[in-house]
């Protein structure tokens, strides 16, 4: 059974540091493509930033120059680590393996 636990969300004013976490078990995070979104109520869910099996990543443009997505094998554990975080970054923000297995979202509160 696969399970994605996602922390490290919180409430921050505009221009700190957040850096989520995704605990994975029951799947591999090395070998799996693994990705961060983030939903508004209301909005679709949106992808932020990925990362391949072979280390390749994407970011959506907003993310980009400011988001960095990376993984640590020893700990099978994907990270998300936001710089410059801007009011406009406040979601709930999900793990997701595969697009197929889902974590439960950690809230992400960015004030001005």
């Known amino acids: 059974q696969v399970q994605l636990v996602e922390s490290g969300g919180g409430l921050v004013q505009a221009g700190e540091s957040l850096k989520l976490s995704c605990a994975a078990s029951?799947?591999?995070?090395?070998?799996?493509?693994m990705g961060w979104y983030r939903q508004v109520p209301g909005n679709q869910r949106e992808l932020v930033a990925r990362?391949?099996?072979?280390?390749?990543?994407n970011y959506a443009d907003s993310a980009k120059g400011r988001f960095t997505i990376s993984r640590d094998n020893a700990k099978n554990t994907a990270y998300l680590q936001m710089d410059s975080l801007k009011p406009e970054d406040t979601a709930v923000y999900y793990c997701s393996a595969l697009d197929i297995y889902w974590g439960q979202g950690t809230q992400v509160t960015v004030s001005s």
């Open positions: 029951g799947i591999i995070v090395s070998t799996n493509a």
């Open positions: 990362i391949f099996s072979s280390g390749s990543t």
